[in-house]
């Protein structure tokens, strides 16, 4: 048996570059200095996180630590690089030995040594999500499917399944159940392509991104030598962000520092936020069982905020069972309470937003160091219009613009042609939705179309349309004139029922239903409203599609209820997309492009706001089903995901925090009276200082007095 012989550190006195003491706060100072073994740093929001991880490895270096031995594992490259960019302006060593990066981007470095030991190449290619959606569809048909003559996943949902499951370690079954139901009884085939589409990587010498993890932990599991070896290596392991690892990053760390154990985690367990993206939350929570001798350090002299806006974080923070308790303390001078503003509807929040933008830009503060933050972005839509409106640039950093998602243009298309049949865009977008119908086919159908539309209508399609117009007078000024009334048309349904015959034998029965989901959007005898149509579409047949063709399906279902919600407030169909058409154009206008000179507002939703801050911070549409979120409600672990979502939103602020809801919204036609979030209830009422707009409602000395116990009877209601 070998034996285990434990190497102390040099004795003697040290000569230190750096005055950590002078540098450092007391908190930072003794989690930098920690002695080796098992730790976690509790580092809360605005605490000097970065700086604390960077110090620690300043501090392992000039005692002696090579910089060779110490790993820093991070959520980006560029975090990793910034931070050994800092250690080397503090101790101007060469740290090129230093292994630091992502996860993904060691488990490469790792892989392209050994790949060999687990049947791959060294040299293997990384395919790109595109590629490896194209081998994955290779492996369709090889299981003996014909995803042409059944209605079956599409290659990038099976993709995000098998993600998903090697990501959060559940069995593929297990992600079915609880995530794609309506494709339990695929399991079978589905892990059989899952096998096919390993094969298939393993003989075109291919690995993708989740094997980036999943061959770096196997590797490390059945191959003790090379497990020994990097255990050698890294003496000291140091991670960032920790409460945002999964399960395949845990146990590769808990390996890694599996001899040594000298394993630093840094986060904030108040701030995980991902678990929509595979984070497991219990992996920073439950540190301290799988080391019971791990040293746990709290960061909490908070030097960001204002002590208001930090009493109200605490405050918010607390309601959260599964924590480890921090209190942040302020370093700052004292400022103004954070203001609970209390909105008619979305349009008076905007308004709201729009003027307070505008007054603290004439008090000096620049329109980038404000920002608007949401739970989703649909909730800034009135706000966007109100911004354009009044002139005042802003930046949208949500990710892909909601109008100009594929899920929310299907949608339309089907409102689009069912309020014009000459709309062609719409029909060939609709008619390529259908199993075995491309461009081609769709054009072929449109033509069709045309000859079966002209020989039933009056008016046929292609003729040219004559629209009223304003005229301009010799003076240049525009007469007004009536606007065109809607006049009854021809019913769509029976022309495309028409069809039947022209579509592939594969796309008659999608065709049927297809035509079915027409005629009864266009029944005058239901009279449907624009947000009732949306959601006839979806049920009637546009579910089952989601399902099976997009990732992230109960998300884009969520959100189709939110663009429903938002139709609701139009008279008619065509106001609705009028107002879409408008917004789709507003959006690719205003979200230009970073790095330009141009000073701007800037729109985020909370999640990607996380790390930034900024002077003053509106947080909109704070009311239960939006900010919760109406699935969040009734879940535990989840409900409390949304309060750190919040916990992190109040955070972003430095100097002002505006905490915003509004008390009606359309719902089904007809307004409704919304809850305050939840969130604004947990928080104590000395802590907030109501902002009454002028002509809103008076609440006497409890802004959220008449919300509290809506269950009362309707005479209750301030309206």
């Known amino acids: 048996m070998p034996r285990d012989y434990q190497l102390q550190p040099t004795s003697g006195s040290v000569s230190l570059r750096i005055n950590y003491a002078g540098e450092l706060n007391a908190q930072q100072l003794a989690a930098v200095t920690a002695s080796p073994g098992p730790t976690l740093v509790l580092a809360g929001a605005g605490a000097g996180k970065t700086r604390t991880l960077t110090y620690r490895v300043a501090w392992l270096l000039e005692h002696g630590v090579p910089a060779e031995r110490i790993l820093l594992l991070t959520f980006t490259n560029k975090s990793a690089r910034e931070m050994m960019e800092r250690v080397n302006g503090l101790i101007g060593e060469d740290l090129s030995r230093l292994w630091g990066g992502t996860f993904h981007s060691v488990g490469l470095r790792i892989l392209r040594r050994h790949a060999d030991r687990i049947g791959f190449p060294n040299g293997f290619t990384v395919a790109d999500r595109e590629d490896a959606k194209d081998l994955l569809a290779a492996c369709i048909p090889e299981a003996g499917v014909d995803p042409k003559a059944t209605r079956f996943p599409k290659p990038e949902v099976i993709a995000e399944i098998y993600s998903q499951a090697l990501n959060t370690g559940r069995t593929l079954r297990e992600v079915l159940e609880t995530d794609h139901s309506s494709f339990v009884e695929l399991a079978d085939t589905l892990i059989d392509i899952q096998k096919r589409f390993a094969a298939r990587k393993r003989a075109a010498g291919l690995l993708d991104f989740d094997d980036l993890l999943v061959l770096w932990l196997r590797l490390l599991q059945d191959h003790a030598d090379l497990r020994e070896w990097y255990q050698r290596r890294f003496q000291h392991v ?51 069982r799988r080391y019971a001798d791990a040293q746990v350090f709290r960061i909490e002299t908070n030097y960001r905020s204002t002590p208001e806006i930090l009493a109200l974080a605490n405050a918010a923070i607390s309601g959260n069972v599964r924590q480890f308790p921090k209190v942040l303390q302020a370093v700052r001078k004292p ?341 305050p979030s939840r969130f604004l209830q947990e928080i104590p009422e000395e802590l907030m200082e109501e902002w009454r707009l002028r002509g809103a409602p008076a609440w006497g000395n409890d802004p959220l007095g008449p919300l509290r116990g809506l269950e009362g009877d309707a005479g209750d209601s301030p309206f």
């Open 238 to 288: 140091l991670v960032d962000e920790y409460q945002d690892t999964n399960v395949l990053q845990a146990t590769l760390l808990d390996l890694l520092a599996g001899t040594h154990r000298n394993l630093m985690a840094v986060g904030d367990d108040a701030q995980s936020i991902y678990s929509w993206r595979g984070a497991n939350f219990a992996n920073i929570l439950e540190f301290p």
């Open 335 to 675: 400022g103004s309470k954070p203001a609970l503003v209390v909105c008619n509807d979305a349009s008076e929040q905007a308004t709201f937003i729009a003027q307070r933008v505008l007054e603290l830009r004439d008090e000096g503060r620049p329109l980038d160091d404000i920002c608007i933050l949401y739970r989703s972005h649909f909730h800034a839509l009135e706000l966007q219009l109100e911004l354009t409106r009044r002139n005042i640039p802003f930046l949208i950093t949500s990710g892909i613009r909601f109008f100009e998602q594929a899920h929310i243009k299907d949608v339309a298309a089907y409102l689009k042609f069912l309020t014009n049949p000459r709309d062609e865009l719409a029909f060939k977008r609709l008619a390529r939705m259908l199993p075995g119908i491309g461009g081609k086919g769709a054009e072929k159908l449109w033509e069709r179309f045309i000859t079966e539309w002209n020989s039933r209508c009056g008016e046929p399609i292609g003729d040219a349309l004559v629209v009223r117009a304003p005229v301009s007078d010799l003076d240049g000024e525009l007469e007004e004139v009536s606007p065109v009334p809607e006049g009854p048309r021809m019913p769509v349904a029976p022309v495309m029922a028409a069809l039947q015959s022209a579509v592939p034998k594969r796309a008659v029965v999608a065709w049927a239903q297809f035509t079915a989901t027409l005629a009864q959007g266009e029944d005058p005898s239901r009279a449907m409203s624009p947000a009732d149509l949306i959601r006839h579409v979806v049920e009637a047949s546009y579910k089952e599609y989601v399902e099976a063709n997009y990732d992230r399906a109960p998300r884009r279902l969520e959100e189709l209820e939110q663009l429903a919600l938002y139709a609701a407030q139009f008279q008619s169909v065509s106001d609705f997309l009028s107002q879409l058409a408008l917004q789709t154009n507003l959006e690719a206008d205003e979200s230009a492009k970073e790095g330009d000179d141009e000073e701007r507002l800037r729109l985020s939703t909370v999640h990607q706001a996380k790390g930034l801050e900024f002077g003053a911070v509106f947080v909109i549409m704070l009311s239960d089903g939006c900010f919760p979120t109406q699935r969040a409600v009734d879940a535990a672990d989840a409900l409390e995901e949304e309060r750190r979502l919040f916990y992190v939103a109040a955070t972003r602020g430095k100097d002002e925090l505006y905490l915003l809801y509004p008390l009606m919204r359309m719902f089904q036609g007809s307004l409704a009276l919304q809850s």
